[in-house]
């Protein structure tokens, strides 16, 4: 049996199909994942969207290209490419606006949804998203540096290896459970090193005070991948933005403090 359940797939052309999760009904959430080795729509918040599909919303979790189980064309993976894919992937389901959730990766895809299409956006949150510092800062990460280290190293990707960096992601080890190693060991012998190594994120700081949807942001303050100085970037540079630090947390906020996560995160989309 699968680690990682099979939900429904759509063409966006190019030859390109993207893998996605789909519950609930009613006003959209979609939910955009980390990168790192194995990392999955469905891996990253299968803890938290059956909580939002339950309380009126439409849940959308698809698999960013070079992740999951969508595509992984051989070629570089900067934002720009990646935040093209997202807006066509919206519009062959006939979404012309949700609310995004963000982590990491999926928190400065999210961001740049935003930029470059802000009627689609209503409202964000975003959970230690990328991009909030120079590319230089990140390389000096503990988590980010144990990440490509493994990925890049010649021992190849192992369930051992997988548990060294992972367990990185959050304060507490012991919440890395057999389960989240065996979702990510599945999809990570599937990925082409490319992906990781060219997946570009520009410095999106300076574009803060340009975001229109009202932001909400959580961060772990014990976070390895991304400083946690970036909360302060969003609460003095955005223009609607509440943030919430947690201590004794680290990179995964939805996974570390889940009934947290959902709850604000539910009222918050409710709020007129």
């Given at each position: 049996?699968?680690?990682?359940?099979?939900?429904?797939?759509?063409?966006?052309?190019?030859?390109?199909?993207?893998?996605?999760?789909?519950?609930?009904?009613?006003?959209?959430?979609?939910?955009?994942?980390?990168?790192?080795?194995?990392?999955?729509?469905?891996?990253?918040?299968?803890?938290?969207?059956?909580?939002?599909?339950?309380?009126?919303?439409?849940?959308?979790?698809?698999?960013?290209?070079?992740?999951?189980?969508?595509?992984?064309?051989?070629?570089?993976?900067?934002?720009?490419?990646?935040?093209?894919?997202?807006?066509?992937?919206?519009?062959?389901?006939?979404?012309?606006?949700?609310?995004?959730?963000?982590?990491?990766?999926?928190?400065?895809?999210?961001?740049?949804?935003?930029?470059?299409?802000?009627?689609?956006?209503?409202?964000?949150?975003?959970?230690?998203?990328?991009?909030?510092?120079?590319?230089?800062?990140?390389?000096?990460?503990?988590?980010?540096?144990?990440?490509?280290?493994?990925?890049?190293?010649?021992?190849?990707?192992?369930?051992?290896?997988?548990?060294?960096?992972?367990?990185?992601?959050?304060?507490?080890?012991?919440?890395?459970?057999?389960?989240?190693?065996?979702?990510?060991?599945?999809?990570?012998?599937?990925?082409?090193?490319?992906?990781?190594?060219?997946?570009?994120?520009?410095?999106?700081?300076?574009?803060?005070?340009?975001?229109?949807?009202?932001?909400?942001?959580?961060?772990?303050?014990?976070?390895?991948?991304?400083?946690?100085?970036?909360?302060?970037?969003?609460?003095?540079?955005?223009?609607?933005?509440?943030?919430?630090?947690?201590?004794?947390?680290?990179?995964?906020?939805?996974?570390?403090?889940p009934d947290l996560f959902n709850r604000m995160s539910v009222d918050f989309l409710g709020e007129t």
């Open positions: 049996m699968s680690a990682v359940p099979e939900g429904k797939y759509v063409d966006i052309g190019d030859g390109l199909r993207v893998h996605y999760h789909d519950a609930g009904s009613g006003p959209v959430v979609v939910f955009l994942h980390g990168s790192g080795p194995g990392a999955s729509g469905w891996s990253n918040f299968r803890r938290n969207y059956p909580y939002f599909a339950q309380r009126g919303y439409r849940t959308l979790l698809p698999d960013t290209l070079g992740f999951g189980y969508s595509s992984k064309p051989d070629q570089d993976y900067p934002l720009d490419f990646l935040v093209g894919a997202l807006r066509r992937f919206l519009a062959k389901l006939g979404v012309e606006r949700c609310a995004v959730v963000g982590n990491s990766h999926g928190g400065a895809l999210a961001i740049g949804l935003a930029l470059a299409a802000p009627e689609t956006v209503s409202k964000l949150v975003l959970m230690a998203p990328g991009g909030l510092e120079v590319r230089e800062t990140y390389m000096k990460m503990e988590g980010i540096r144990t990440m490509m280290k493994v990925f890049l190293g010649e021992g190849g990707i192992t369930r051992e290896s997988m548990r060294q960096v992972f367990g990185l992601q959050l304060f507490d080890p012991a919440v890395l459970t057999d389960d989240i190693i065996s979702e990510r060991l599945e999809i990570a012998v599937t990925q082409p090193k490319r992906v990781l190594t060219s997946l570009g994120v520009p410095h999106l700081a300076p574009e803060l005070p340009k975001l229109i949807p009202p932001v909400l942001a959580f961060w772990g303050v014990n976070d390895k991948f991304c400083p946690v100085s970036g909360a302060h970037s969003i609460a003095t540079s955005c223009k609607k933005a509440r943030v919430m630090l947690l201590n004794e947390c680290g990179h995964w906020v939805m996974v570390e403090y």
